[in-house]
């Protein structure tokens, strides 16, 4: 768990941990870093019980069967690697840090995601087919996830599907978009009021799987320009809100499903039906 959690825990692509204390013995956090890394990743699951999200999203691979996979920020690689071996998967990291090679049909993009779509013919990548399933897990700011959801709708088709990690966040402190705590999802959770609001045709459904939610967006539109032509003004606006407008009932807001396998194979629909 707590390897896993790291890359949850910095801003994406950062190269060294905050500030801390004297680090452990052979470790770049302090004993009070893990402390606090410890008692974060308690209450996650504690308010997020069921799988983690690394293994839903092992198991929507399975259950959907994607052509082909792009992730945006891959990091060391656990979700990445998560694609099958016969899946076309792009994954995109301006400072990877993948802990085995990627396999015969995966290959890593060391840029940004703005720069990766600015300069990759996605779908010649991916021998003329859409992107069947998107993981978008990137900077941990609304800004770069909303650009990132822009860039890759039109790539799909209506069966894909896009997964955003960090929709759920446990708390105000973890939800910040400085990264005041070592356990850390940033204001990725403005995403899912924008597109509710500016794209009601699609199904937002938010996993609460810990360690900080996973949402699965389907009913996607390859020709809609909403996002793209009003971009700006829906950065401006959302990024006006404080986190406390979800203390009425930010399930509700964030469109929170329970974590249970009946549930992401409801979530994913015809996804199931092999028309992706």
């Known amino acids: 768990m707590l390897l896993s959690l790291l890359k949850n825990i910095l801003p994406r692509h950062a190269t060294a941990p905050p500030a801390s204390p004297a680090p452990v013995a052979g470790s770049p956090y302090s004993e009070q870093d893990l402390v606090q890394l410890r008692f974060h990743s308690q209450a996650a699951q504690l308010a997020m019980p069921g799988p983690y999200y690394v293994d839903v999203i092992a198991d929507i691979h399975a259950l959907a069967k994607p052509r082909t996979y792009l992730e945006i920020g891959v990091n060391t690689g656990v979700t990445f690697g998560l694609a099958a071996a016969t899946t076309r998967a792009l994954g995109v990291d301006p ?19 703005d720069d990766f779509f600015a300069q990759t013919d996605v779908k010649k990548e991916f021998g003329g087919l859409p992107v069947d399933l998107a993981f978008i897990d990137g900077m941990h700011l609304f800004e770069f996830a909303l650009r990132d959801f822009i860039a890759i709708e039109p790539l ?24 005041e705590s070592i356990f850390w999802s940033g204001d990725i959770w403005r995403l899912v009021l924008a597109l509710k609001k500016y794209r009601p045709d699609l199904a937002i459904d938010t996993v609460a799987a810990a360690p900080s939610g996973l949402t699965i967006i389907r009913g996607l539109d390859p020709d809609s320009r909403v996002l793209t032509e009003r971009r700006d003004a829906i950065i401006a606006e959302y990024l006006a809100l404080d986190f406390s407008i979800l203390d009425d009932d930010k399930s509700t807001m964030l469109n929170v499903v329970p974590n249970t396998p009946d549930q992401i194979r409801k979530s994913l629909g015809d996804a199931l039906l092999g028309s992706v």
Do not use: M, W, Y
Not at 96 to 102: D, E, G, I, S
Not at 157 to 169: E, G, K, M, N, Y
């Open 156 to 179: 799909c088709t209506r069966a894909s599907t896009i997964l955003v990690h960090d929709t759920f966040p446990l708390n105000s402190v973890t939800a910040e978009r400085e990264c």
């Open 95 to 113: 400072l990877p840090l993948l802990k085995q090679p990627p396999g015969p049909n995966a290959k890593i993009f060391p840029l940004t995601s």
